[in-house]
């Protein structure tokens, strides 16, 4: 098999991985795993809680907030990826007079323990109904997978609502894991 032709099956394997099949939580997960996926990363995706911050969130004294948060979330993509990272994304309800959704999408590795070893979030949506953020979150989806730019659909580049964050402001801090800015970061929850 000559190098060009490994290249077309490679682009076509890469193709068929990002089906929409393929990243369907329940082509990988049971009902049960998918409510411990979403409660394993509830402390990085949900608001705050009140008396709370980004250095106390994992105390045992909010577990009650997050296991509720946790039931507010829905898995609605999964894809474990051959390069050892999960990716997924999550949507919530959106505060707003009719029924929209605002979705995040991210990636994580976990250690031989099962331990969340590398996260990051790598976009947030804008608030949307069902039908556009289905519509919107595949393109956005299918592009993360492929690991292609999505700076076309940040709002400055974009003249639809795809990406609210990152933008100018924000940016997604890998090490912290939160979302951080040229302002207070803990007023970035009240957003969520």
Same mark, same amino acid.
């Given at each position: 098999m000559n190098f060009r032709n490994l290249l077309l099956l490679c682009w076509l394997f890469s193709l068929a991985a990002c089906t929409d099949n393929n990243y369907q939580p329940s082509a990988?997960?049971?009902?049960?795993?998918?409510?411990?996926?979403?409660?394993? @990363?509830?402390?990085?995706?949900?608001?705050?809680?009140?008396?709370?911050?980004?250095s106390t969130k994992f105390e045992p004294v909010f577990d009650q907030h997050y296991q509720k948060q946790t039931g507010l979330f829905r898995l609605d993509k999964y894809y474990?990826? $051959?390069? &050892?990272?999960?990716?997924?994304? %999550?949507?919530?309800m959106a505060p707003s007079f009719q029924v929209k959704r605002v979705a995040t999408a991210g990636r994580l590795?976990?250690?031989?323990?099962?331990? @969340?070893?590398?996260? =990051?979030? %790598?976009?947030?949506?804008?608030?949307?109904?069902?039908?556009?953020? $289905?519509?919107?979150?595949?393109? +956005?989806?299918?592009?993360? +997978?492929?690991?292609?730019?999505?700076? #076309?659909?940040?709002?400055?580049?974009?003249?639809? =609502?795809? @990406?609210?964050? #990152? !933008? &100018?402001?924000?940016?997604? !801090?890998?090490?912290?894991?939160?979302? $951080?800015g040229n302002f207070l970061e803990d007023s970035l929850s009240a957003l969520r």
């Amino acid at each position: 098999m000559n190098f060009r032709n490994l290249l077309l099956l490679c682009w076509l394997f890469s193709l068929a991985a990002c089906t929409d099949n393929n990243y369907q939580p329940s082509a990988h997960l049971s009902a049960s795993e998918q409510n411990e996926f979403k409660a394993s @990363i509830i402390r990085y995706i949900a608001p705050l809680p009140k008396k709370g911050n980004h250095s106390t969130k994992f105390e045992p004294v909010f577990d009650q907030h997050y296991q509720k948060q946790t039931g507010l979330f829905r898995l609605d993509k999964y894809y474990p990826s $051959a390069d &050892g990272y999960i990716y997924f994304e %999550v949507s919530r309800m959106a505060p707003s007079f009719q029924v929209k959704r605002v979705a995040t999408a991210g990636r994580l590795k976990r250690d031989k323990n099962g331990k @969340i070893h590398a996260y =990051e979030e %790598v976009y947030r949506t804008w608030k949307m109904d069902e039908e556009t953020l $289905a519509r919107r979150t595949k393109k +956005l989806f299918d592009s993360f +997978l492929n690991h292609e730019d999505l700076s #076309p659909y940040e709002t400055a580049n974009s003249e639809e =609502e795809f @990406i609210e964050f #990152p !933008d &100018g402001q924000i940016k997604y !801090d890998k090490n912290r894991r939160m979302w $951080a800015g040229n302002f207070l970061e803990d007023s970035l929850s009240a957003l969520r």
